[in-house]
């Protein structure tokens, strides 16, 4: 694979992968290799043929100077002769003059002479052995009893004696009756087909000779090298036509439609790039090659259809998660704004100041705080915690406040607060959610605060003078939770200087990075150091010593809380 | 948080160890959820518990409504911290803590 794009890639090397370029290498190759392959076996057939021609000419050669020689006498008596003569030798003796002396009484027959005669008459210029000879076959020697030789010096005298190897031997010696004389070719580089037959001067006598031909045929190479030559050139002018013709082809069926499409997906990508999003670069294309191409044309159209289906669907998700976010922050808006947030909440109120404040973790949170005037001299007070976060929560949370302050501003006690608000919730509550609640109602003139807690944590009190401390308080169950729960309440005291410290969990459950908490006495330790701060300031304390100790780790829970300082009853003055 | 399970008859006794906070009580749940079928015991070891936030309390309530309708549910190892947690919240008056 290419590592560069095929966009960055230069016109020549994006013909180095050019599938026409391959095809037609392919092609070439392909008639290449056939050609020599037709090459090689209609030559061996062209040698055979000729050779099978050239062997049937010796053979019937022989065959013909056999017949010669019976004409002019007997040959199988020559044979015979020179058989017995060479029996009777000693057979260390093979050569030597007094050797061949002993077959002078053959040769100087006329009888012998004319027959020779007749061998030498049927020999013809392909011939390169052509002679008569007899077998020992004990010995593995053949024994001439004339040759034809035309070279001064190179004819054999009768008796001359050859050692034959055992292959030979095999082949031509057998003698057997019935025998026809084996025909074999060869060939040789250096002296091209070579055909070797004979006939036997009487068949069926194994004592009888054989008359042996060799012929050459030099002037079959000549045909073979111009019949070669011929081969090579169609060869090649085949390799180009077909080449071309299967490149044309391919080039019709198979790369234009690839380009086409290639082309329709650079289109597509470059229109994409654009922002353009109905496109028809696919589904506008029009190949009927009726194979693969015409499916991958068909498919990529169908996957342009699809990603314009799938893009017009994530538009419409974006926009629709676009539009949940602006809801959800609409909804935070209208959450903060359930709860009082505007200071001083109590404007010509000098008897108390107080101030609360939320960071829910996620947009919408689960805390709420609340406080209103239930009537001139009881002041109500909220904090509640709905479990879970989220928009679930902040549902919950805003039935259960709504629920709480129209049963708070009826005048009930707030027991009965929480006793009818657990009731209502319960009644309708499928998803087992739950909401800590402290509440408390304060008759301003006297500083009683009468108070409930729903499963919510403990209240901190400052006595004036004193420091700020957790009052282990009454606990109910929290609400929602269980049907028919009844809540009990309890009354403090607050003298002019007190302060109460209102908090959900978030507060002490506030985790640092190594999932410390932050807890209830350190929380103590910061509205400790400035004790007689205002309710906005103590709230600011706190604050800074829960960001102090969470350092960069995620906010994991709301964190609401709420301060009341008592200043005075009523009449009394600052 | 790891959750194990351990099934004796029809009682189911679930360890549950670490924080069983917002982010990992709805695998509680999720594991819980399955099980009421025939169930007649539940029991909660909390003896490696760290934590419990209101989301795990949820958890908690809403195994003890199921069971209230169908057996038994008791809540065992109970630590100081979680013990407290329970008080504040008032768990203390629904729940069986062994």
Redesign the interface.
């Known amino acids: 694979m290419p590592e560069k794009s095929v966009r960055e890639m230069s016109e020549l090397e994006r013909k180095h992968y050019s599938l026409a370029a391959r095809v037609f290498h392919a092609a070439a190759l392909h008639s290449v290799i056939l050609g020599l392959l037709c090459f090689a076996i209609g030559f061996g057939m062209y040698l055979n043929a000729v050779a099978q021609d050239s062997m049937k000419d010796a053979w019937e050669k022989a065959r013909g100077s056999v017949e010669a020689m019976e004409a002019a006498c007997d040959p199988a008596e020559y044979a015979r002769r020179v058989m017995e003569i060479y029996r009777t030798r000693d057979p260390a003796e093979t050569a030597g003059d007094a050797y061949y002396a002993a077959f002078d009484e053959v040769s100087a027959d006329p009888e012998y002479q004319r027959m020779a005669e007749a061998l030498r008459g049927c020999r013809t210029e392909d011939m390169s052995d052509f002679f008569f000879a007899v077998t020992d076959k004990e010995g593995g020697r053949v024994i001439f009893v004339a040759d034809t030789d035309p070279r001064p010096g190179h004819s054999y005298p009768v008796g001359r004696q050859v050692k034959v190897p055992g292959i030979v031997q095999r082949i031509f010696l057998r003698h057997t009756e019935g025998d026809d004389f084996p025909r074999i070719y060869y060939f040789l580089p250096s002296r091209g087909v070579v055909c070797v037959s004979g006939a036997y001067v009487r068949e069926g006598d194994p004592a009888a000779g054989f008359v042996f031909v060799m012929t050459r045929a030099t002037d079959l190479m000549g045909g073979v090298r111009r019949f070669t030559l011929q081969y090579v050139v169609a060869i090649l002018i085949a390799v180009v036509v077909m080449g071309y013709i299967l490149t044309r082809h391919m080039k019709k069926t198979l790369v234009a439609p690839i380009n086409e499409i290639s082309d329709a997906a650079a289109a597509y990508t470059r229109d994409k790039r654009a922002g353009i999003r109905e496109t028809e670069h696919f589904t506008g294309l029009r190949i009927r090659t009726g194979d693969e191409v015409e499916n991958l044309s068909l498919i990529m159209a169908d996957m342009e259809r699809d990603l314009y289906g799938y893009e017009e669907n994530l538009t419409k998700i974006t926009a629709e998660k676009e539009r949940i976010g602006t809801e959800l922050a609409l909804a935070n808006r209208i959450q903060e704004n359930m709860l009082p947030n505007i200071y001083p909440a109590f404007p010509g109120r000098d008897e108390f100041d107080i101030y609360a404040s939320m960071d829910p973790a996620k947009a919408v949170g689960g805390d709420f705080y609340d406080f209103f005037l239930v009537d001139d001299d009881h002041l109500c007070m909220v904090m509640a915690?709905?479990?879970?976060?989220g928009v679930p929560a902040a549902l919950f949370m805003m039935a259960s406040k709504i629920i709480l302050a129209n049963n708070a501003m009826t005048g009930k006690s707030p027991a009965q607060i929480l006793t009818d608000t657990n009731a209502a919730v319960c009644s309708n509550n499928r998803a087992?959610?739950?909401v800590?609640v402290w509440l408390g109602i304060l008759e301003i003139s006297t500083g009683v605060l009468t108070a409930a807690n729903?499963?919510?944590?403990?209240p901190v009190l400052k006595k004036p003078g004193g420091a700020f401390e957790l009052v282990r308080d009454r606990?109910?169950?929290?609400l929602g939770?269980?049907d028919g729960?009844k809540y009990k309440e309890y009354e403090l005291t607050l003298e002019p200087g007190a302060k109460l410290f209102l908090y959900t969990?978030g507060v002490p459950?506030a985790t640092d990075g190594e999932?410390n908490?932050f807890g209830t006495d350190r929380m103590l330790e910061a509205l400790n150091e400035d004790p007689g701060a205002s309710p906005s300031g103590i709230l600011k304390n706190v604050r800074a010593a829960v960001d102090g100790f969470v350092k960069d780790a995620e906010q994991?829970?709301d964190l609401t809380m709420l301060c009341l300082e008592y200043r005075s009853k009523e009449g009394e003055g600052t | 948080m790891t959750i194990s399970k351990q099934k004796n008859g029809n009682a189911l006794t679930m360890a549950v160890a670490g924080r069983l906070d917002t982010i990992t009580s709805p695998e509680l749940e999720a594991a819980l959820k399955d099980e009421f079928e025939g169930l007649g015991t539940l029991i909660f070891d909390f003896s490696a518990l760290d934590y419990i936030s209101s989301a795990g309390l949820r958890v908690l309530l809403a195994a003890q409504k199921q069971m209230n309708k169908q057996g038994e549910m008791k809540v065992t190892g109970v630590s100081e911290v979680i013990m407290e947690i329970f008080e504040v919240t008032g768990f203390t008056d629904i729940l069986t803590i062994e």
Not at chain 1, 385 to 389: F, L
Not at chain 1, 454 to 458: I, L
């Open positions: 915690d709905v479990s879970g976060k087992d959610m739950f800590t729903a499963g919510h944590e403990y606990h109910g169950f929290v939770g269980m729960m969990d459950e999932g908490m994991f829970d």
